[in-house]
């Protein structure tokens, strides 16, 4: 069964730790995003990966780190630098191809800071 | 500097009328743009997409139209249903789709019965 995984489903943090969300696909694909989304707002992108062991910042990737040792996998750690980090955050993989470019997202882990 | 825009935060249809939802964009680079579907707490789920070398593209009961002078996009869903009830985001992307989606605000559509 193909697909993208996020785990987990729900996180709490305190205040001024850091957290790793996780984020796992089987289906091949060559790139890899985070998004992040506040209410009221579209889906923002944080990072995104095209290959492994390389990733670029996105609109809004201050105070969070990724890396992307394993074509699989692409972590995100919200560091406590992020000063609002409580929102859902999604990530999503795309097969790289000219002329088309439709994004898979996983179910979303939604982040709260107590 | 918002690139895509989708001005309508939400809409309500009666179940078996037609669902039309805006987009606009600003970027003239873009030639590739998608609609998603999703629900609360859940991932958006593709729905449809068009190539910038297009017009309309048909899906079932969901139609894209793209008007490219204008930098403006809808999707139609004839007919309606109840089940139809979510968030629609447009989105688009540039160099044949080998750069990375920008996604407008959304749209909450409500499907009365």
């Known amino acids: 069964d193909g697909g993208i995984t996020q785990s987990p489903k729900y996180l709490f943090r305190k205040e001024g730790q850091n957290v790793t969300l996780s984020c796992e696909q089987n289906l091949n694909h060559d790139a890899m995003y985070w998004y992040r989304q506040d209410p009221g707002q579209g889906l923002r992108l944080i990072y995104y990966?095209?290959?492994?062991?390389?990733?670029q910042k996105g609109d809004i990737a201050e105070g969070y780190s990724v890396s992307r040792e394993k074509k699989e996998s692409f972590p995100l750690t919200v560091t406590s630098a992020q000063k609002n980090p409580t929102a859902f955050y999604l990530c999503a993989s795309s097969i790289i191809r000219a002329g088309r470019n439709e994004q898979f997202f996983g179910p979303g882990t939604r982040l709260t800071v107590l | 500097d918002q690139q895509v825009k989708q001005n309508s935060p939400s809409l309500s249809v009666q179940e078996g009328r037609i669902s039309i939802l805006n987009c606009d964009y600003t970027n003239s680079m873009f030639d590739y743009f998608l609609w998603y579907k999703k629900y609360p707490a859940e991932g958006p789920t593709f729905l449809i997409s068009?190539?910038?070398?297009?017009d309309k593209n048909e899906d079932g009961r969901f139609t894209v139209f793209l008007n490219k002078s204008a930098k403006h996009l809808s999707l139609h869903i004839v007919p309606s249903q109840p089940g139809d009830s979510a968030v629609y985001f447009c989105?688009?992307?540039?160099?044949?789709?080998?750069?990375?989606?920008?996604f407008g605000k959304g749209t909450r559509l409500s499907v009365i019965a």
């Open positions: 068009i190539s910038s070398i297009k």
């Open positions: 990966s095209q290959i492994v062991n390389d990733f």
């Open positions: 989105a688009a992307s540039a160099d044949s789709g080998n750069t990375p989606l920008v």
